[in-house]
């Protein structure tokens, strides 16, 4: 749904590149400008499924239709965010409104009193530099412009990586409080990144 990028990247001879700088990732609106073709998440609002698979596999040689095919029928039918935004391009009836995914708000189906503001005084970050406010994902109709996706975002990991993130879930953020090994009970502690993606990637046995 979003697309790599980076501040400079070096490509060689070998289908490999190096990146200087830093990474980030972006993402365009939910419907392309005229006589422009759908790319990235735009591919989800192409309005009929056929049209949609074709263009899907026409991005690549050797692409499985019927393997293709499936993931997007999943996609459309599990993906809270695919259903979000097939929701929203509904109700936004120019191309100046837009939908804001706010960073700090407490994910679909989890106890409004989790994501309380903290009661102790503890300092839980630190963010070097201005821009740490604009955090929040802005999506426009349609236009040319592409925004770049805070990497602490919860939607982060959902729109870069749809298919381990089938389901749009949230990914790593702030809000993400440790459990107590012993009682199973939740801290106020917050998970690290670190912390979150080595539980993430953790061979558990059956």
């Known amino acids: 749904m979003t697309s790599f990028g980076a501040e400079i990247i070096i490509a060689h001879f070998m289908p490999t590149f190096k990146v200087k700088?830093?990474?980030?990732?972006?993402?365009?609106?939910?419907?392309?400008?005229?006589d422009i073709h759908h790319r990235f998440l735009q591919l989800y609002f192409i309005g009929d499924n056929n049209d949609e698979l074709n263009a899907c596999c026409g991005m690549s040689t050797g692409t499985i239709r019927s393997i293709v095919s499936e993931l997007q029928d999943m996609l459309h039918n599990k993906?809270?965010?695919?259903?979000?935004?097939?929701?929203?391009?509904?109700?936004?009836?120019?191309?100046?409104?837009?939908?804001?995914?706010?960073?700090?708000?407490?994910?679909?189906?989890?106890?409004?009193r989790r994501f309380n503001a903290l009661t102790i005084d503890e300092v839980a970050i630190i963010i070097v530099g201005n821009q740490f406010q604009p955090r929040d994902i802005v999506l426009h109709r349609g236009n040319d412009q592409l925004t770049n996706?805070?990497?602490?975002?919860?939607?982060?990991?959902a729109l870069q990586y749809p298919i381990i993130f089938w389901d749009g879930a949230d990914g790593y953020h702030f809000n993400v409080n440790m459990i107590n090994p012993?009682?199973?009970g939740e801290t106020n502690k917050k998970f690290s990144a670190m912390n979150y993606y080595s539980y993430q990637l953790m061979i558990r046995g059956k």
């Open 182 to 184: 012993v009682n199973g």
């Open 21 to 34: 700088g830093q990474i980030y990732y972006k993402v365009g609106s939910l419907l392309p400008c005229p």
């Open 149 to 157: 996706i805070a990497e602490t975002h919860r939607c982060y990991d």
């Open 79 to 112: 993906n809270y965010l695919v259903r979000l935004f097939k929701t929203a391009i509904e109700m936004m009836p120019s191309d100046t409104h837009k939908i804001v995914i706010r960073a700090d708000k407490a994910p679909a189906g989890e106890h409004v």
